[in-house]
Each structure stands twice: as structure tokens, then as C-alpha cells.
């Protein structure tokens, strides 16, 4: 009966991803994502992975489902009736050369297709038991925390974890190099609305509260940085649509604190164990716990403001397109 | 038939749905969520294989590079918008001009 939902559930989310890429209109499309981000998160629980399914509802459906939205204000149809006679023309002009192109592609991609389903046929018939569970068991009452996951990401690979911190930081200062250095240094002013005061009077709390708590579930339970990470970036985000844009508000040099704070503390911490003795990264058990806390809670307010200024960069960009369009 | 085999199957579908999104998609923006869903095919594979191998907890190592993939997956994401905002600001182009 079990596996009806699961069932289920496939076909939803290979509708939803299939429905996503094939829609006419852009926003069809994007909210098709949100709900295919969803989908996706629901089949994560199934699959016993809460704390991939916290994630991929924070970061995978929610913010980036943001960003697709505030995107589509660019993209959004506002163009001359001129250009869009153009676009299709250039549309109808080009279909016929594509066609020609389009027939061996989808060939590539279904081969590739049936290729992997043999392949997944093959694995299946690997015998259970192997993967690292057993290892990860072992050495859990070591790692300070009593969640396998954490104990992972912030423990046995802690590594992995510190460069993806990183990978978040470098992720922004492409963004600012895209978007150019008048964007980063001109001050942000986002539109004021008294509604939306109200409702961020409401909500910050919450959110600050509600992030805060998975932070410290994780050590017990499903949660953990980047979930508590995401929230209180929304939190930066809600700021922005209020008229409260933090990063024109925050004084630079704090600004960039906060978000190289987890990933220097980080690394700074696996160097201080590592001169005592042990590896990169090697917490001694008896404080392993307290310093994967403070570890979290600094990585959490770095990616929070990461995220921010990522948001709050890329929503800028869309007021630079009319100078841009005069001085052509 | 198993939870994971279901889900792992679903996995070569979303990967290949994807793939086929990033070759047909013309718009920037179609292509950049057809390479969310491709890596969500991926991640989707990591932990169904993940739940197969389950002791008294599923597989934490597939779980935790999972959580540390779609982080960098939406970075990256961020990266392209950025990209493909800033093209349109330029040229006005929505999509690639050498597919024409």
C-alpha cells in the first residue's frame, strides 16, 4: 500500500519536471519548478532523509525559487510590439534549421536514457550491507552529536562541508563580478511598504526563532546549519522587500564579516587541532560537541548573509537595465 | 518492487527529462531549471541507494554530500541567472544566438 504513495509521488514529480521545461509562458514554468522542488522534498522523507528534504524545500525550491521570480521581472513580456514581431520572425526562421538538429539530440538523450536504466539494473544487483552505515555507526558516540548526518557533515567530513561554505561565498563574488562594481557599491533602496512592515514585524521573530531551533535540533535530530542558514537569510530577504535592505544599512566592514565569519572561523579551527597533533579538522571528542555548535551557529549567520547578498545583488541588477538601454 | 528501486528508476527519468531540457530549452531560464532538474535526478539516485543500504539509520555519508550538492547546485544556479540577467541587460538576447 506503502509503495502506491511512492508510486505516486515518482509520477508527480517526473510530470512536474516534464511539465516545467515544456510550459509556454516563463512563469508557468518557474512556479512548475516550485512545485517540482516540492515534490522532490516529499520523496526525500520517503526515502528517510529529512534533513536533505529541509534543504531541498529551503534552498533548492525556496530560494532559488525566489530568485526565478525576481528573474522574471526581467524576462517578464514588455516588449514593443516591434520586437516581439521580430523574435518571431527570428522563432519561425529558425525552426527550420533546428528541426534538423533537434531529431539526433532527442536520439543522444533517449539512448543515454536507456543506457542508464540498464545501468541502475546492474547496481540493484549489488549486494546490500556495503556504503559506510556501519562506519558511521561505530564511530558516532565519537563524533559529539547524536545525528549521523551532522555527525557527518560537520565531523568525519568536515571538510567537504568547509568548502562548500566556500563554495557559497565564491557563488556571490561571481555575482557581484557579474553584475558589475556600481551595482555592489551603490547604495540599495528597495521599495517602502507599509503592509509589508507589518508583516515583517510578524515574521522575523518567527523566522529568527524557528531557524535558531533547527540549529540546535541538529545535533539530536534533522536540522542543522544550512537549514537554520536559509531561514535567517529569508529573514535578509524579507528586510529587502520591507525597505529595510540590510546591505546598504550594515556598515561594509560588518557586512564582510559576517559573511566570511564560518568560513574563516572554520578553517581557523581545524588548523589550531591540526597544530596540536591531530588532522585537518579533528575535533577532540571530549569538546567535540560545544565546537560543532559554535561551528554551526557561525556558518549558519554566513550563509544567511551570503544568501542575502546574493538575493539582494541580483534584485538590484533589473534597476541598471534602463541606463543601460539609454546609452545604447 | 522496493521503495529504492521506484525511486532510483525516477532518478534516470528526471536525469534524462533534464538532459533533454538543456538540449531543447531555448530560453535562459529554461535551461538553468533543466540543470536543477538533472541534478536533482543525480541527488535522487545518492539517496535511494542510500535508503537500500539502511542499518538502523539509512546511509549518512550519500545524505550529507547530497546536502553540500544542492547547496553548490543553487549557488551555481545564482551564478547563472546572474549571467543570463546581465546578457539580456547587454544584448536583450533571451536565449543563445548561435542556436539560430
Known sequence: MSILIDILLAILGVYLAMQSLLASRLSQSVFLFFAFGLALALAWVRLGAVDVAITEAAIAAGFLGVLFLDALRDFSPRDTEEQQNLTTVQNSLSRKESKSLLLPRLALVLGLGLFLLIALEAVWKIPEGGGLTAAAETLLPESGVEHPVTAVLLNFRAYDTWLEIGVILLGLLAVFAVGGIQIYRKPIAAADDPLMRQVILFFTPVLFLFGAFLLYIGKSGPGGAFQAGVLWGAIGILLHFGGIPVYSWVPRWLGHLLLTLGLVFFLLLGFLFMAAGDNLFEYPPAYAGLLILIVETLAAISIAAALTAIFANLNQMKKEQPNDTAQK | ?100
Open chain 2, 1 to 100: 518492487m522496493e521503495i529504492y528501486q521506484i525511486y532510483s528508476l525516477t532518478s534516470a527519468i528526471l536525469f534524462v527529462i533534464g538532459l533533454g531540457g538543456v538540449f531543447a530549452a531555448r530560453h535562459f531560464i529554461k535551461k538553468i531549471i533543466a540543470t536543477i532538474i538533472m541534478g536533482g535526478g543525480v541527488f535522487l539516485c545518492f539517496v535511494s541507494f542510500a535508503q537500500r543500504d539502511a542499518l538502523t539509520f539509512a546511509d549518512p555519508v550519500p545524505h550529507a554530500l547530497v546536502i553540500t550538492g544542492i547547496v553548490v547546485a543553487v549557488a551555481s544556479a545564482a551564478f547563472a541567472l546572474a549571467l543570463a540577467r546581465r546578457i539580456y541587460q547587454l544584448t536583450g538576447e533571451e536565449s543563445f544566438t548561435n542556436d539560430k
